[in-house]
C-alpha cells in the first residue's frame, strides 16, 4: 500500500472524506466531505477569509453565482483556450492528459512489455456544460464555472460603484468550480468538483506598480500557506513555462507542495 493508499484510508475511516456516490459505484474525480473534512475545510476557509478580508481595508468580498451567462466565458476565451491536450492509448482507449509526461510513462508500463501508441495530441476543452430550459428543443446551453475569477471581473464595477475602494484593491470569493478532467486522480488533488479560494487584486497598469504588487502578494500567499502548519521545505514557487500559461496570463507562478506524488 502506498503513502497516498494510506492517507485516503485513513480519512476514510476517520470521517474525513469519502468517494462521492460511493453506494452507487461512485463517480470519478468527486468526493464527499465527512463530519471532520466539513469541519476541517470550514476552518481553513474562515482562516483565509480573517487574514485576506476582514484583517485589511483594501479588499472585500463577494459571493457570485455558479451559473453565468455563456457570453461570459466567450468574451474570457475559456470557450476557445480553456483546454488540455489529450492523447488516447491505442490499445486500451483511456484517455490522458498528453502533458503529463509521469502518468504517460506509468501507463506504458501497465502494458506488460507491448508497445503503447499514442494518437495525436488534440485539444480538450475542460468546461462542463449543463442545459437551461423548460422546453428540450429551446433549452439554452450554459457552462458550469471552470474557476470562480470570472464572477468577480463582471462584479468590478458593481463592487468599485457602491463601496469607498479606489484602485488598488481586491475582491476575495470562495466557491465551487468543476472542470471537465480528462483523467482525474491523485486524491483530490486532480477532482472534477473542487472549491476554491481566490482574491483578485486590482491595480493601475504601470509595469513597476504590476511587479511590485505581484512580488507582495506571492510573498503574502507563501507566509499564509506557513500559518497552516506547512513546513518551510514542503513548499516552494515555481514559475509558468510559456507553454503553460493560462491564455489570459502574462506571467504565473505556483505554490508547490511536496506530496507523496512529486511536487503539485
Known sequence: MTTLDKIVSLCKRRGFIFPGSEIYGGLGGT??????GVELKNNIKEAFWQSTVYGRNDVVGIDAAILMNPKVWEASGHVKAFVDPLVECKICHQRFKADQKEDLAGHEKSHQGKKTQWTPSRKFNLLVEA????????????????EITQGVHVNFKNVLDSTRLQIPFGIAQIGKAFRNEINPGNFTFRSREFEQMELQ???????SQARKWYEYWKKERMNWYRTLGMTENKLRFRQHEENERAHYAR?????EYDSPFGWK
Open 251 to 255: 506571467d504565473a507562478w505556483d505554490i
Open 31 to 36: 468526493w464527499d466531505y465527512g463530519p471532520l
Open 131 to 146: 442545459k437551461l430550459g423548460v422546453v428540450e428543443e429551446a433549452k439554452q446551453k450554459v457552462y458550469l464555472r471552470g
Open 201 to 207: 487584486f486590482y491595480i493601475k497598469p504601470e509595469e
